[in-house]
């Protein structure tokens, strides 16, 4: 069955360091979510992405879509305490999303 | 403001027992799921709806079993609950088509 596959599991930060983490599925995705989810709390939508290499921007976090629409990233610019939590890439197919592992981001001050 | 709400956000049960997660939406949308959320394994669809009456299976069906009797309730249902159930478990519910789902706070079942 499809797959999503995201790296890495776990990443620690110095506060104002970048962040990327990385989504990759076995098959060809028609859209791909992301999500992030604080400790303790439930998974919140950020942004979709569903044209072949497509890039969006939300302040300090830059989600590109690749061209094959295969993969994508998140990448945070000089990470805050609040960008605490993980981050998770789901994958659309015409039903539903299957969603990666997940990156938890620590973010030290 | 939506929401998505989940009737326990923490549940103790014994090995065996029937167990019912409830699951409401407010938003009027047709498409509802039930994921579990386990340490490593991100988040595995259980089962999902369409919409009313309608249920399709996840990738992890197996000891569960869903209702959907109406558009704004979609129940879960561990037929016997067993020790390797005890996870947390997440109720979403989207507009039908390419949206981003929305989130219940979740239950956290525990079966001893």
């Known amino acids: 069955g499809q797959q999503v596959m995201q790296i890495p599991q776990y990443q620690h930060v110095q506060e104002g360091e970048d962040f990327t983490t990385y989504c990759n599925s076995s098959?060809?995705?028609?859209?791909i979510q992301w999500y992030k989810q604080r400790p303790g709390g439930h998974p919140v939508f950020l942004i979709q992405?569903?044209?072949?290499?497509e890039v969006k921007k939300q302040k300090r976090l830059t989600f590109q879509f690749g061209e094959a629409k295969k993969n994508s990233s998140l990448h945070i610019t000089a990470t805050q305490t609040t960008d605490v939590g993980t981050y998770f890439c789901?994958?659309?197919?015409?039903?539903?999303?299957?969603f990666g592992t997940g990156t938890r981001l620590q973010v030290f001050p | 403001d939506v929401k998505v709400t989940q009737s326990s956000r923490y549940l103790v049960k014994r090995t065996g027992e029937k167990v019912f997660l409830e699951c409401v939406q407010d938003?009027?949308?047709?498409?509802m799921f039930w994921y579990r959320q386990d340490p490593g394994l991100g988040l595995r669809l259980i089962y999902f709806?369409?919409?009313?009456?309608?249920?399709e299976k996840g990738d992890i069906p197996e000891g569960y079993s869903v209702s959907r009797e109406k558009k704004e309730r979609f129940s879960l249902i561990l037929e016997s609950a067993s020790t390797n159930q005890t996870s947390m478990y997440l109720c979403?519910?989207?507009?039908?088509?390419?949206?981003?789902?929305?989130f219940g706070s979740g239950t956290r079942l525990t079966v001893v």
């Open positions: 098959t060809t995705l028609s859209n």
């Open positions: 709806s369409y919409d009313v009456k309608m249920k």
């Open positions: 992405l569903v044209k072949s290499g």
């Open positions: 938003m009027d949308h047709e498409n």
């Open positions: 979403a519910s989207r507009k039908q088509g390419n949206y981003g789902y929305t």
């Open positions: 789901a994958g659309g197919d015409t039903d539903k999303l299957i």
